[in-house]
C-alpha cells in the first residue's frame, strides 16, 4: 500500500457528517504516512464522494478540482437557516414555498461566509466563528440538472421536505441554490459524483495511470 502511495493514487473516500474535509484527508495522511491532499471540498454536515490525493497525485489537482459534481439535496421547507444548512440558527416559519422549482443554467451565487474561500488571506468560516461578516464575491456557476426526486413529510412530522438531484459546476453552493426557494435550507447534502468518479466505488484507490485513462486532461498533461 505504501508503495502506491509514493507512486501516486486517487483514493475515492465516501466522507461522513460530521467531519471537515481537511480533518478527513489529515486522518489518511496519518495512516498512511504519505503527502495527501484533495481536490473539491465538503461542507461539515455533508456526506459523499472526497478525492484524496495521494503521493505524488497530489499534483493532479489542477486537472480535478474543476470537475463538475453530482449531489443529492434535501430541502427543509418552512423553515430558514443563517448559514443555509443545519448548523445554522434555525427558524420555523412555516411558509412552504410555491415553487419547488430551482434554477438551472447560468447562476449568480454569492460566496457565503461559511465557505472556504480566502479573503484579505484568511478562509471566510474563520471570520464567520468570530462574528465578523465581509463583502463577499458574486461568480457565475453552471447548475446542468436539478431534479425533483420526490416531496414528503420530516420523519419527525415536524414540515415538509423536498429531494433533488442536482448536476452542476465546481464551485456551485448548493446550499444557496437551495435558498432561492425562499423559506428552505439544505437539510442533507451528498455527493454522489465527480466527473467519472462515483461514490459507490469508494474504497477504491485508483493509480495515475487509471485516472488518465478517466480524466482526458490528465492523460494529455502527462504525454
Do not use: N
Not at 49 to 70: D, E, H, I, N, S
Not at 79 to 107: N, Q, R
Not at 118 to 138: D, M, N, Q, S, W
Not at 157 to 166: D, F, L, M, N, T
Request: charged letters at 25%.
Amino acid at each position: 500500500m505504501a508503495g502506491t502511495d509514493a507512486a501516486g493514487a486517487v483514493l475515492l473516500l465516501d466522507k461522513p457528517a460530521g467531519k471537515t474535509s481537511h480533518g478527513a484527508v489529515a486522518a489518511v495522511r496519518r495512516e498512511r504516512r504519505v503527502k495527501a491532499g484533495h481536490a473539491g471540498t465538503l461542507d461539515p454536515f455533508a456526506t459523499g464522494l472526497l478525492l484524496v490525493l495521494l503521493g505524488r497525485a497530489t499534483r493532479l489537482q489542477r486537472f480535478l478540482v474543476g470537475l463538475p459534481k453530482t449531489y443529492l439535496a434535501t430541502a427543509r421547507l418552512g423553515w430558514t437557516s443563517t448559514t443555509g444548512d443545519p448548523d445554522g440558527e434555525l427558524t420555523e416559519t412555516g411558509l412552504v414555498p410555491a415553487s419547488l422549482e430551482l434554477p438551472t443554467g447560468t447562476v449568480r451565487q454569492r460566496v457565503p461566509m461559511t465557505s472556504a474561500v480566502r479573503i484579505g488571506g484568511e478562509r471566510l468560516y474563520k471570520k464567520a466563528h468570530r462574528g465578523e461578516t465581509v463583502a463577499t464575491p458574486l461568480r457565475d456557476v453552471q447548475v446542468y440538472r436539478a431534479e425533483l426526486l420526490a416531496t414528503g413529510e420530516e420523519r419527525d412530522g415536524s414540515g415538509r421536505v423536498a429531494h433533488y438531484e442536482i448536476e452542476c459546476s465546481a464551485g456551485t453552493y448548493v446550499r444557496t441554490l437551495i435558498e432561492t426557494l425562499g423559506d428552505a435550507y439544505c437539510s442533507d447534502l451528498r455527493r454522489v459524483a465527480i466527473g467519472p468518479f462515483r461514490v459507490e466505488d469508494a474504497g477504491r484507490e485508483l493509480p495515475i495511470a487509471a485516472v488518465a485513462e478517466l480524466v482526458p486532461a490528465v492523460g494529455d498533461a502527462l504525454r
